[in-house]
């Protein structure tokens, strides 16, 4: 017989779930403890807080000004670089690309139908071209449908001089150069620029007087332009300055200003204005003030100490729990016999059966242990008759007329007498029954004690026998040969 396998050990989860369930009284008690010094704890905690929280002083309301002032420069901040953001992602210097560009340059020549004064208050006039609302929203909207017109001025370049060859001119040159973007038409472009001229010649024409403009060239050149990478690099870092500068002040902030930064700037999404949401922030501000409790409800805070319902659940089910866990480490790690076939399951030595008394004595162990339950758990036990009626048919079947019924454990006073009415009743039987018990540890029993035992029933005691000593004792006997006619199991 392999000796590991007594090092083993079986858990049956319906006998620990029994066992717990004999032990509801307990699991109760525990619960309850648990429940009054943890609510307790928390009571004392909520009452140090509500100590603390006092009507609002100057002091306070010099808190409240703080907190608009912080959390007002946040939003500030905020909104100058989502603006900057938005404007870039939606500018024609974001969607052009710049390394591998087109350039065009077309000229236009203009001439007032009254030179002198007029030319040159029309050349101011067609210089100013570029600021011209519908003159930039015909031209942007040609290159894409999705783009922030003003954006145009970035891409462009406009100046108007007036004739400089002779004294009294009457005729200027209007040059507009513009990078387009990759696969522009630029015979289509420059449609759709002379278009938008001629209907900014006619607006002009009510300050300027009756003009004429017509197209004299256009040079398209093709490569890169490095002052339109310089711009859009010093937009790009114009915007990564405004969302570090943000950010630094929105970490700095407590975490209760933080969630009302983040909870206005959800509520004004898509306004992008100071005014807005700083007007929203002192509504906010205000709310507060009226409504003291929301804010201690907002900031995680309370001013009122009492017993909480769920402390007193948590608690309980703390108290259920350590229980649970203590009495499954006691299960586990203190290894003595439980059940009648303990010593069946790891050697095959027959089991004949048990006897189950309820063997709690004390009023701790009767609190703990509910008689009910514990009866419910051991019904399958049997009767001092039974139990002999079965161990003299045992030792019929073996052919022996004597026995030793060798204990393994502590017998207690029924125990003992449970033991001395099955060794009367054998012997009225015509079997001769001794009892060895070994009651202080296997190890301090001598060898000797072994040599004289011929046949032999292993006693279990519940509670009582430990696995150690049982396999030390089952072990000897297989050693001097004795004949293990089998096992039974008292608890009492």
């Not at 203009?110 to 100013?128: C, H, I, K, R």
């Not at 502590?410 to 449970?418: A, G, P, Q, S, V």
Request: hydrophobic share 40%.
């Amino acid at each position: 017989m392999d000796k590991e396998r007594f090092n083993e050990q079986e858990i049956d989860l319906i006998d620990i779930f029994l066992r717990l369930l004999e032990q509801w009284r307990g699991l109760l008690a525990a619960g309850i403890c648990c429940a009054i010094v943890f609510s307790l704890v928390m009571y004392i905690r909520s009452a140090a807080t509500a100590v603390q929280a006092q009507p609002q002083t100057t002091e306070e309301k010099q808190v409240a000004s703080d907190d608009y002032s912080a959390i007002g420069t946040a939003l500030t901040q905020y909104t100058d670089y989502i603006v900057l953001k938005e404007s870039y992602d939606r500018s024609l210097l974001k969607k052009v690309d710049y390394s591998d560009c087109v350039t065009v340059t077309s000229l236009y020549r203009f001439e007032s139908a009254d030179p002198g004064e007029n030319l040159y208050t029309m050349v101011q006039l067609y210089a100013n071209i570029v600021n011209d609302t519908d003159f930039n929203t015909t031209l942007a909207k040609s290159l894409y449908k999705d783009v922030d017109t003003d954006s145009l001025r970035d891409i462009m370049i406009v100046s108007a001089v007036a004739d400089n060859t002779v004294q009294d001119p009457t005729y200027g040159i209007l040059s507009v150069s513009v990078t387009l973007p990759e696969g522009t038409d630029t015979n289509e472009w420059n449609k759709t620029l002379t278009g938008a001229v001629d209907i900014y010649r006619d607006k002009i024409s009510g300050a300027a007087g009756p003009n004429t403009i017509e197209p004299v060239s256009s040079i398209a050149k093709r490569g890169n332009d490095v002052e339109l990478i310089k711009a859009r690099n010093k937009r790009v870092a114009e915007i990564v300055t405004a969302k570090a500068l943000y950010d630094k002040t929105f970490t700095a902030l407590t975490k209760e200003r933080q969630a009302i930064v983040e909870e206005i700037i959800a509520d004004k999404a898509g306004e992008y204005n100071t005014e807005s949401y700083l007007n929203a922030l002192e509504s906010k501000l205000a709310e507060t003030e009226q409504n003291p409790e929301a804010e201690a409800s907002a900031t995680g805070g309370g001013t009122t100490a009492g017993f909480s319902v769920k402390y007193v659940i948590l608690g309980f089910i703390i108290g259920v729990f350590i229980y649970a866990c203590a009495y499954m480490a006691y299960f586990i790690f203190i290894r003595i016999v439980r059940e009648e076939s303990d010593l069946e399951n790891v050697s095959g030595v027959r089991n004949f059966g048990g006897i189950y008394e309820y063997p709690y004595k004390g009023w701790l162990q009767t609190f703990l242990h509910d008689k009910k339950v514990y009866g419910f758990r051991t019904r399958k036990g049997k009767d001092i008759t039974s139990l002999t009626d079965d161990l003299e048919a045992g030792l019929k079947f073996a052919d022996c007329d004597n026995v030793t019924i060798l204990s393994v454990g502590k017998l207690t006073d029924r125990t003992e007498n449970i033991t001395g009415q099955q060794i009367s009743d054998l012997e009225t039987r015509n079997i001769k029954a001794s009892v060895l018990n070994i009651s202080e540890g296997a190890d301090k029993v001598r060898d000797s004690e072994y040599t004289g035992i011929g046949n032999v029933i292993i006693l279990l005691l519940g509670n009582e026998t430990r696995w150690r000593d049982l396999s030390l004792v089952y072990f000897k006997l297989r050693e001097y040969n004795a004949n293990i006619i089998g096992s039974e199991y008292i608890e009492a």
